[in-house]
């Protein structure tokens, strides 16, 4: 086994360093005042980077899949299933903070929402995933048809979070008639403290995906 | 005469208040006592605390896989 990125610190301390600037500035910072919201504007460095991290890991997943069915090569097959694990976690964290953040400012935990209904959607796509995992037995087969699968799962997905959505209206900002955060809302003082938010949460996704990834990596030469 | 005066005095004075009190229903309620008080300071302090005992953790999750990895290595 050779030394990986997996193996360097710089990326973990960075990653800490970043989430410790958020749990700072996102108690501290200046945020806008908004009517309804208040104060749970702070949420957006805790919830809608989960969905961000999230992103991202599924966009690796779908990455290493496209490259396991370049190379065939285990490793690849293994880092796609790891990202989409992780991902998973992600995403079940988002909808857990999102459904507190809208009993208190929609009134409910559940509304019928586009963007609600679609990350649902979206997350069952990818619950189907690791079900047809699990129902091969054969490695180099299952490797293969979930490597399709989550190349079309991936699609799937940024149609139901990021375009239908979009089209119809919807609670969440930059939907339907709503202003985006980008428009007003999001201010360069939010924008300072979300965007190294969003790396720190993808960062510890990726540390923590890494783990299993090696792991497994050990069982399997293990058993060999 | 005067009483005109007297009139539209107190309807522009009752306009003002009334545009003030319009003013103090839109402002946004915030945490700001508790911003003042420092309060704040104890969750930050303690919100930090946690993400460094997990931080810890992670780094020692992260050494211990790393010698089961030399260890393997070296067989």
């Not at chain 1, 200046?30 to 504007?41: A, G």
Request: aromatic letters at 14%; proline letters at 3%; charged letters at 15%.
């Amino acid at each position: 086994m050779k030394t990986t990125i997996a193996h360097a610190w710089w990326w973990k301390i960075l990653a800490l360093i970043c989430l410790f600037y958020t749990y700072y500035m996102g108690f501290l910072g200046e945020v806008p005042r908004m009517p309804i919201l208040n104060e749970t504007i702070r949420n957006l460095y805790f919830h809608v980077t989960m969905w961000m991290a999230m992103l991202v890991l599924m966009l690796c997943n779908a990455i290493y899949s496209i490259k396991y069915l370049g190379n065939s090569k285990p490793y690849a097959d293994i880092v796609a299933e790891e990202c989409a694990r992780m991902a998973m976690v992600f995403g079940v964290a988002g909808l857990i903070t999102g459904m507190v953040w809208a009993n208190y400012t929609w009134g409910a935990p559940w509304v019928n929402d586009p963007q609600l209904n679609g990350t649902a959607a979206s997350m069952l796509i990818y619950a189907a995933y690791f079900i047809l995992r699990n129902a091969i037995a054969d490695d180099t087969k299952r490797a293969r048809l979930s490597s399709v699968y989550s190349i079309f799962a991936f699609v799937m997905m940024v149609v139901f979070i990021l375009i239908i959505p979009k089209l119809n209206d919807s609670l969440h900002p930059g939907k339907g008639g709503n202003p985006g955060f980008n428009k007003y809302d999001l201010d360069s003082n939010m924008r300072m403290v979300f965007y190294p938010a969003v790396i720190g949460w993808t960062l510890l996704g990726v540390w923590m995906m890494s783990f299993r990834v090696r792991i497994t990596k050990l069982e399997k030469h293990y058993h060999e | 005469m005067n009483r005109i005066i007297s009139k539209t005095a107190v309807l522009t004075l009752s306009i003002f208040m009334s545009l003030h009190s319009f003013a103090r229903a839109q402002e946004i309620e915030m945490a700001d006592t508790m911003r003042s008080e420092g309060k704040i300071y104890v969750v930050v302090v303690i919100a930090a605390l946690a993400l460094t005992i997990l931080s810890f953790y992670m780094f020692r999750i992260d050494r211990k896989v790393s010698k089961l990895e030399k260890e393997i290595n070296k067989r």
